[in-house]
C-alpha cells in the first residue's frame, strides 16, 4: 500500500490535533544493490528492498517525528497519535484538501540498473580490479565499489499538496593503494550520479580503476610539497570540494540560525570576491546532487547564494524558513524516512568566469597547482578548513612542473575566497556523499579553474 490509497486528511489531523502549523506524511521505498571487491575477491553482495513512513509536525518552530515500516493507514493513524501527543501548541484550524498533486518529472535514464544482470554488475567490477592490478607491481590493495538504487516517495502535507518522485542513482568507485619502501599513497577516483548503467558509456570502469592506481603511483616518486604562503591554482578538476567545505556549510540556515556560521548575519556583505558567485543547484540534469523536489514536496531550485563576492542569502528548509520569514528554497533532504529532514546543499558550485585555464596558470611565477583534492574539514562558526591535496604539482615561471606529495591546503574560507584574483572559463564535478547529523546525502560540487593569491600550503619545512 502507498499513500494515495488512504485517508490523508484524517492522518494529518490526526498527527496535528495537539496542535502546530505544520504537518507532512513521508513514504519512501527504495531499491538497491551493492557490489564490493577487496583484494581481488568480491567480498560483499548486497541487495534488498526498504520501505516506510515517517510523519513530522512542527509546532512552536520545534519538531517532533516518528517512522514506521508498517505502511498501513492502521498503523499511520497510530504513529500520527504518537506524534500528536509530543507537541502542544495552537489548534490547527485551516482546511485540509488533498486534491493537489503534483509528479516530479525525474530524470531520464538510458538503461535502468534493475535491467542489468547482478553477473554484468560483478562484471565490471573485476574488470576494474584486474586493470588497477595490472598497472604495476607496486600496486599493494584495490577496492572497487558499484553501487545502485532506485527511491520512490510521496510527500502529503497540511496544506493540501500531494507530492510523488522518483529516483535512480548509480556510483562506481576505486580506490587504490601503492608503496614502494616506506612510502605509500593512496588514489582515489568516483563517477556516478542519478544515472543508470550508462555511466559506464562515458567512463569505462578500467579507466576509472587506471585512474585511481595512477595517481597513486605518481605520487610515490614524488617529492615532499614544500610548505609555507604562496598562491595556488585549484584545478577545475579538482571537484569542487573548497565551494562545499569553505562556505557551502556555512550558508545552510539552520547553522547560521544557531549562531554555528561565520556567515551569520552577513546578508549584504562582502564575502568573497567580486570575481566569485556562489550557486546551488537542484536542477542539473542527472547530477548525484539533483531532485524535481526536495524530501518535504518543495520544488528544487537553483539558488544563487553570492553574488560577485557579496552574500545574497541562506539555504532553507521549511523549518528554518518559517524561523526567517521566508520561503524554503527547495534544500529540505533526509537520508531515509527514518530521519526527518534537514538544510543540505545539492549541486553546489562557483560560477565560471571568461579566462582561459592556461592564462590562470601563467599568472603564477612559483606556487602549487591542485589537480585533484583529497578530503577536507571545516569549523563553520569561524570559516577556518584544512584540505589535503591527492594530487598537486609545482608551478614554475607560469607552468606546471613536477608532481609533489603531501600538500595540504591551510586557511580561513571568508578571507582565502577573498583572495581569488583569477577564475577560468572551465568547470568540472565532484561527486560524494555529504554527512551532517548523522545523515548522509548525495551532492555534487563544483568549481573551475581559480588563482588564490596566497595561502598557507603545508608540506615539507
Same mark, same amino acid.
Given at each position: 500500500?502507498?499513500?494515495?490509497?488512504?485517508?490523508?486528511?484524517?492522518?494529518?489531523?490526526?498527527?496535528?490535533?495537539?496542535?502546530?502549523?505544520?504537518?507532512?506524511?513521508?513514504?519512501?521505498?527504495?531499491? &538497491?544493490?551493492?557490489?564490493?571487491?577487496?583484494?581481488?575477491?568480491?567480498?560483499?553482495?548486497?541487495?534488498?528492498?526498504?520501505?516506510?513512513?515517517?510523519?513530522?509536525?512542527?509546532?512552536?518552530?520545534?519538531?517532533?517525528?516518528?517512522?514506521?515500516?508498517?505502511?498501513?493507514?492502521?498503523?499511520?493513524?497510530?504513529?500520527?497519535?504518537?506524534?500528536?501527543?509530543?507537541?502542544?501548541?495552537?489548534?490547527?484550524?485551516?482546511?485540509?484538501?488533498?486534491?493537489?498533486?503534483?509528479?516530479?518529472?525525474?530524470?531520464?535514464?538510458?538503461?535502468?540498473?534493475?535491467?542489468?544482470?547482478?553477473?554484468?554488475?560483478?562484471?565490471?567490477?573485476?574488470?576494474?580490479?584486474?586493470?588497477?592490478?595490472?598497472?604495476?607491481?607496486?600496486?599493494?590493495?584495490?577496492?572497487?565499489?558499484?553501487?545502485?538504487?532506485?527511491?520512490?516517495?510521496?510527500?502529503?502535507?497540511?496544506?493540501?499538496?500531494?507530492?510523488?518522485?522518483?529516483?535512480?542513482?548509480?556510483?562506481?568507485?576505486?580506490?587504490?593503494?601503492?608503496?614502494?619502501?616506506?612510502?605509500?599513497?593512496?588514489?582515489?577516483?568516483?563517477?556516478?550520479?542519478?544515472?543508470?548503467?550508462?555511466?559506464?558509456?562515458?567512463?569505462?570502469?578500467?579507466?576509472?580503476?587506471?585512474?585511481?592506481? &595512477?595517481?597513486?603511483?605518481?605520487?610515490?616518486?614524488?617529492?615532499?610539497?614544500?610548505?609555507?604562503?604562496?598562491?595556488?591554482?585549484?584545478?577545475?578538476?579538482?571537484?569542487?570540494?573548497?565551494?562545499?567545505?569553505?562556505?557551502?556549510?556555512?550558508?545552510?540556515?539552520?547553522?547560521?540560525?544557531?549562531?554555528?556560521?561565520?556567515?551569520?548575519? *552577513?546578508?549584504?556583505?562582502?564575502?568573497?570576491?567580486?570575481?566569485?558567485?556562489?550557486?546551488?543547484?537542484?536542477?542539473?540534469?542527472?547530477?548525484?546532487?539533483?531532485?524535481?523536489?526536495?524530501?518535504?514536496?518543495?520544488?528544487?531550485?537553483?539558488?544563487?547564494?553570492?553574488?560577485?563576492?557579496?552574500?545574497?542569502?541562506?539555504?532553507?528548509?521549511?523549518?528554518?524558513?518559517?524561523?526567517?520569514?521566508?520561503?524554503?528554497?527547495?534544500?529540505?533532504?533526509?537520508?531515509?524516512?527514518?530521519? *526527518?529532514?534537514?538544510?543540505?546543499?545539492?549541486?553546489?558550485?562557483?560560477?565560471?568566469?571568461?579566462?582561459?585555464?592556461?592564462?590562470?596558470?601563467?599568472?603564477?611565477?612559483?606556487?602549487?597547482?591542485?589537480?585533484?583534492?583529497?578530503?577536507?574539514?571545516?569549523?563553520?562558526?569561524?570559516?577556518?578548513?584544512?584540505?589535503?591535496?591527492?594530487?598537486?604539482?609545482?608551478?614554475?615561471?607560469?607552468?606546471?612542473?613536477?608532481?609533489?606529495?603531501?600538500?595540504?591546503?591551510?586557511?580561513?574560507?571568508?578571507?582565502?575566497?577573498? *583572495?581569488?584574483?583569477?577564475?577560468?572559463?572551465?568547470?568540472?564535478?565532484?561527486?560524494?556523499?555529504?554527512? *551532517?547529523?548523522?545523515?548522509?546525502?548525495?551532492?555534487?560540487?563544483?568549481?573551475?579553474?581559480?588563482?588564490?593569491?596566497?595561502?598557507?600550503?603545508?608540506?615539507?619545512?
Amino acid at each position: 500500500m502507498t499513500l494515495e490509497n488512504m485517508d490523508l486528511s484524517r492522518i494529518l489531523r490526526t498527527a496535528l490535533s495537539g496542535g502546530g502549523e505544520f504537518a507532512d506524511i513521508y513514504f519512501e521505498e527504495g531499491t &538497491s544493490t551493492s557490489i564490493v571487491c577487496e583484494d581481488g575477491k568480491i567480498e560483499k553482495i548486497v541487495a534488498g528492498t526498504d520501505r516506510g513512513v515517517g510523519i513530522r509536525v512542527i509546532s512552536d518552530l520545534r519538531t517532533a517525528y516518528a517512522y514506521t515500516n508498517e505502511v498501513t493507514e492502521k498503523a499511520l493513524l497510530a504513529l500520527a497519535e504518537t506524534v500528536s501527543r509530543a507537541v502542544r501548541g495552537k489548534e490547527f484550524g485551516a482546511a485540509i484538501d488533498m486534491r493537489s498533486r503534483l509528479v516530479g518529472p525525474g530524470f531520464a535514464i538510458k538503461t535502468p540498473p534493475d535491467g542489468v544482470s547482478l553477473q554484468d554488475k560483478v562484471a565490471v567490477v573485476r574488470r576494474a580490479d584486474e586493470a588497477a592490478r595490472r598497472m604495476d607491481d607496486r600496486v599493494r590493495q584495490v577496492m572497487v565499489v558499484y553501487r545502485d538504487g532506485r527511491v520512490r516517495t510521496q510527500v502529503a502535507n497540511s496544506l493540501g499538496e500531494f507530492i510523488e518522485t522518483s529516483r535512480t542513482g548509480t556510483v562506481f568507485l576505486s580506490q587504490v593503494v601503492a608503496a614502494q619502501g616506506e612510502v605509500i599513497q593512496t588514489g582515489y577516483e568516483p563517477v556516478g550520479g542519478f544515472r543508470g548503467f550508462e555511466i559506464f558509456d562515458g567512463r569505462r570502469p578500467e579507466e576509472v580503476a587506471r585512474t585511481a592506481a &595512477s595517481r597513486a603511483l605518481m605520487m610515490l616518486t614524488a617529492r615532499k610539497a614544500p610548505a609555507g604562503m604562496m598562491p595556488v591554482v585549484i584545478s577545475s578538476e579538482a571537484g569542487g570540494t573548497m565551494v562545499h567545505e569553505a562556505i557551502g556549510h556555512g550558508l545552510e540556515a539552520d547553522l547560521a540560525q544557531a549562531g554555528m556560521s561565520v556567515y551569520a548575519g *552577513k546578508i549584504g556583505t562582502q564575502v568573497a570576491s567580486p570575481l566569485v558567485t556562489v550557486i546551488d543547484d537542484a536542477t542539473i540534469p542527472n547530477a548525484r546532487g539533483s531532485y524535481s523536489f526536495d524530501d518535504e514536496g518543495v520544488p528544487g531550485q537553483k539558488t544563487v547564494l553570492v553574488e560577485n563576492g557579496v552574500l545574497k542569502r541562506y539555504l532553507y528548509d521549511r523549518l528554518s524558513a518559517m524561523k526567517d520569514g521566508c520561503a524554503s528554497s527547495g534544500n529540505g533532504r533526509r537520508e531515509s524516512y527514518h530521519a *526527518k529532514p534537514i538544510v543540505r546543499m545539492s549541486n553546489t558550485l562557483i560560477a565560471p568566469g571568461e579566462t582561459p585555464p592556461e592564462s590562470v596558470i601563467r599568472e603564477v611565477e612559483k606556487g602549487l597547482f591542485v589537480r585533484k583534492m583529497g578530503g577536507g574539514q571545516v569549523n563553520t562558526v569561524t570559516g577556518d578548513f584544512v584540505f589535503e591535496v591527492s594530487e598537486g604539482y609545482l608551478i614554475e615561471n607560469g607552468a606546471v612542473a613536477e608532481p609533489v606529495r603531501g600538500a595540504t591546503l591551510t586557511g580561513n574560507g571568508p578571507e582565502v575566497l577573498k *583572495k581569488v584574483t583569477k577564475i577560468g572559463n572551465d568547470l568540472g564535478f565532484g561527486i560524494g556523499t555529504c554527512g *551532517k547529523e548523522g545523515q548522509g546525502a548525495p551532492v555534487s560540487d563544483a568549481q573551475p579553474t581559480l588563482l588564490i593569491s596566497e595561502i598557507t600550503v603545508g608540506g615539507a619545512v
